[in-house]
């Protein structure tokens, strides 16, 4: 009876928790190195990039800030 609870209940719920698509990260480094925050001007519309906890993790990595 353990095993059913552990295959059947617990072990969806920890695979479950892993999955992040109804949450967006913070930052977004484009293709060309540009870090776009949550709630700037091509935040929504960058599509291809890497995913930042801060904006100082992705300058750290080599991203820049976009031009104004």
Known sequence: MKKI???FIILP???LA???SGSSPAVKKSTTGICHEKGTNYYKNTKNFSAFDSIEKC???GGRLPKK
């Open 18 to 20: 892993g999955c992040s």
């Open 59 to 61: 300058l750290n990595s």
């Open 5 to 7: 609870l552990i295959i």
């Open 13 to 15: 719920m920890f695979l």
